[in-house]
């Protein structure tokens, strides 16, 4: 992708970051989310956290769409990261993944990959993502209940969005994306349980969420 279109996906991506960031920040720990007062500059958060999270969120945007080669697919990948950055913040400050921001994702994937079908008249892709992300979330669905408490229908759903998304890229990218995202959560709560010494489960979105983007990096640039 040329400089121009990838420095207009950056400066988009920080753009969105900051009602995300509002969003963010005003997330209940339980029930609805929706945008606050004054959310066009991302309160309630404090302007170094909207800062922070703008900068962010560019230059994952940005890295995504350089890696990725230009196609009606891509705006799938920018509004997965910048959601999902939100969702992992929801996920660091309240424990929780609003099933209404995971939605989001998959349906902007789905819109998108159709899209892409579409004009360019191969439907495997299509195919290939819905199914991976249906057997991702099947699986992580049956650990969750052989394993209460340690695993939430939030990331659940997060699981299969990432395997959705990743899955129009292909098998390997998607296994990669999951299984990233759980080394990360793995060592997370290793380290967490160390130092606290607690089993009380640590977020899996922040892990997720960087697998998805690991994958996209490593594959795709290799």
Do not use: K
């Not at 339980?30 to 309630?44: D, K, M, Q, V």
């Not at 793995?186 to 380290?191: C, F, H, P, W, Y």
Request: charged share 5%.
């Amino acid at each position: 992708m040329d400089v121009l279109a990838a420095s207009g996906f950056t400066v988009a991506g920080a753009v969105a970051a900051v009602p995300m960031t509002a969003v963010a920040y005003s997330a209940p720990a339980h029930g609805g989310i929706s945008l606050p007062e004054r959310w066009w500059r991302g309160a309630p958060a404090r302007l170094s956290a909207v800062a922070a999270m703008s900068a962010l969120t560019g230059t994952v945007t940005g890295l995504i769409t350089t890696c990725l080669p230009r196609s009606p697919g891509l705006p799938a990948f920018w509004v997965f990261a910048v959601l999902g950055v939100g969702l992992a913040v929801i996920d660091i400050r309240r424990h929780r993944l609003p099933h209404l921001l995971t939605a989001s994702m998959v349906a902007a994937c789905l819109v998108s990959f159709v899209v892409a079908a579409g004009i360019s008249g191969n439907i495997h892709p299509l195919l290939r993502a819905v199914a991976v992300g249906m057997v991702f979330a099947s699986v992580l669905f049956i650990v969750a209940l052989l394993l209460p408490g340690q695993l939430g229908l939030g990331d659940v759903a997060l699981t299969g969005a990432v395997a959705l998304n990743l899955g129009w890229l292909g098998w390997q990218d998607a296994i990669v994306g999951v299984l990233c995202g759980l080394l990360v959560q793995g060592i997370t709560g290793l380290a967490a349980t160390i130092r606290a010494h607690s089993n009380d489960p640590t977020p899996m979105g922040p892990a997720l969420v960087a697998g998805w983007f690991v994958s996209v990096l490593l594959t795709q640039v290799t």
